[in-house]
């Protein structure tokens, strides 16, 4: 089945490095399960209320990073250059027709999707890492330049 990033996805994609833009493009349409991208550039705002998180507001802890002392991959200058660039996304299944978070299937697609977008990237010549591939924190929605 062929796919293609909608309107959201789009959106998120603004601000993101374009390396990594060119992959996730070119991922969704042989993917073997449809995604939508969740996150792309965060502010500092953003990452504050992320970090807060099951920490002074309710929720599950999302991230080890601030956003302040500790910059997030998500973030303009975490890789040292004020280009108005982050160098991640985040991004979920689209199955059964909406988003997919918490299904009990979720961590399964993502691992279809990730093994398809390494593969994509390698195949294009742009180092990616995967979330999904590190213990702590564990982050399969997570997607960044390597």
């Known amino acids: 089945m062929k796919y ?3 309107q959201r996805s789009l959106a998120n994609l603004q601000g993101v ?14 993917s073997p399960v449809d995604f939508t ?3 792309g550039l965060r502010t500092t705002k953003r990452q504050q209320e992320l970090f807060a998180q099951g920490r002074t507001t309710p929720g599950v802890k999302v991230t ?3 956003g ?5 991959n998500h973030q303009d200058e975490a890789d040292g250059r004020k280009d108005g660039l982050g160098q991640a996304v985040d991004l979920y299944p689209f199955f059964e027709g909406k988003v997919q978070v918490n ?3 979720t961590i399964a697609r993502l691992k279809d999707i990730a093994a398809h977008i390494k593969k994509t990237a390698k ?3 742009i180092k990616i890492v995967w979330g999904g591939d590190w213990k702590s924190p564990y982050d399969p929605p997570h997607f960044q330049l390597g």
Do not use: F, Y
């Open 37 to 39: 991208i969740t996150e």
């Open 64 to 66: 080890n990073v601030n």
């Open 4 to 6: 293609q990033l909608g």
């Open 17 to 30: 490095h374009p390396d990594l833009v060119k992959v996730m493009k070119a991922a969704i349409v042989n």
């Open 123 to 125: 195949d294009m010549g």
């Open 68 to 72: 302040v002392k500790n910059l997030s």
């Open 103 to 105: 299904h009990k299937d």
